[in-house]
């Protein structure tokens, strides 16, 4: 898979591996585990076994995940996102290799790992341990630590992803505003500042009309409400934005798509509105609109790596940083609940020491 020789291979490291580093195995651990119990599905502290882990050539100790949409999803059952129960949730994760069959990432590195199947049907970052194949690992940029890694998380290099798609279609600061779509949330919040920090003016997007001051604070130069994208049912509207990042989807995206200068551009990477898109061609044929969609779970581990790279140098995010929320896995429950309920905002990292 693309992106195995992201790491260095030390002489020593397979060796190393032969030699028995493997005191992990039957190790027991603490995991957030959901289970089906009389059709409702709730999640737990539970005491697991590193044997009953997933196949993978790397087993990682992870001290930080960070919280995603997805997560509440599969935490509540959702059959599109996990298939089977009981699965430990948590699509991030980051920590310290302890085992590595194949020498890279080498043991005592530290990793980041987010996308493919990782908290899907492979068992995610809400438990102390995580086994996975060698190509999910991103090597862990110089300067970072796991607890910064998962600030950003899957949130955040979704939101870099999508910065860097409008960038390589020519978006500058000079064309005028730029939106974004789902602001207070963890994807948009990144989005806002990063965007404020290339020097764009950034008209946040909400519903939550009290997180207003905080997304001021990120860098946002304006905050409407999302009644600014409610449906309309003309087929295009005055231009206002020269391009956008969209978080969630629907009725939003459909009508932020009419409201985008000519030759303008639009990221969209979120579904929280619905995954229905009701629209007409004219936005794209009359003035030119791009539309440009934004995957963060599949793609090469290389690109995965670049965005972590930008994020820890000239893309820092230092207001994210600073206003991210740490939890424990007792009160995992009730932030999962939160972001089903749209009532979560900002980042917020679980930290297994806690």
Request: hydrophobic share 40%; charged share 20%; with cysteine.
């Amino acid at each position: 898979m693309a992106g195995a020789q992201c790491f260095p291979e030390p002489e020593d490291s397979v060796a190393d591996n032969k030699r028995g580093n493997t005191m992990t195995t039957n190790s027991e651990f603490k995991a957030w585990r959901v289970e089906e119990r009389d059709g409702e599905y709730q999640g737990s502290e539970q005491t697991l076994s590193t044997a009953d882990l997933s196949e993978g050539e790397v087993l990682i100790r992870v001290s930080h995940s960070s919280l995603n949409y997805k997560d509440a999803l599969s935490a509540s059952g959702n059959k599109g996102v996990t298939r089977s129960f009981p699965h430990t949730p948590g699509i991030d994760a980051a920590g310290e290799v302890v085992e590595s069959a194949t020498g890279a990432p080498a043991v005592g590195s530290q990793v980041i790992v987010t996308g493919y199947d990782l908290g899907m049907n492979t068992d995610g970052g809400f438990g102390e341990y995580i086994r996975v194949p060698a190509a999910w690992c991103v090597p862990m940029p110089s300067g970072w630590d796991a607890h910064t890694a998962m600030i950003y998380g899957t949130a955040g290099l979704t939101a870099g992803l999508c910065v860097g798609k409008l960038l390589k279609m020519g978006a500058s600061p000079e064309q005028g505003k730029v939106a974004v779509s789902g602001s207070s949330g963890a994807v948009g919040s990144v989005a806002v500042e990063l965007l404020a920090n290339l020097g764009f003016d950034v008209v946040a997007i909400s519903g939550k009309a009290d997180h207003a001051d905080s997304l001021k604070e990120l860098g946002a130069c304006e905050v409407v409400g999302r009644d600014a994208l409610t449906e309309e049912k003309k087929p295009l509207l005055k231009p206002v934005f020269a391009n956008a990042v969209d978080t969630v989807g629907g009725t939003p995206l459909a009508e932020l798509l009419k409201q985008i200068q000519p030759g303008g551009s639009v990221s969209c990477c979120g579904l929280v509105a619905g995954p229905q898109l009701s629209t007409t061609v004219l936005p794209f044929i009359l003035r030119g609109v791009n539309l440009l969609g934004v995957d963060s779970v599949e793609i090469p581990l290389a690109d995965k790596q670049a965005v972590w790279e930008k994020f820890a140098g000239e893309w820092k995010c230092p207001k994210t940083e600073a206003s991210a929320r740490d939890i424990g896995r007792a009160e995992l429950d009730e932030a999962l609940k939160a972001f089903l309920k749209g009532a979560s905002a900002g980042k917020i990292v679980l930290d297994h020491g806690r």
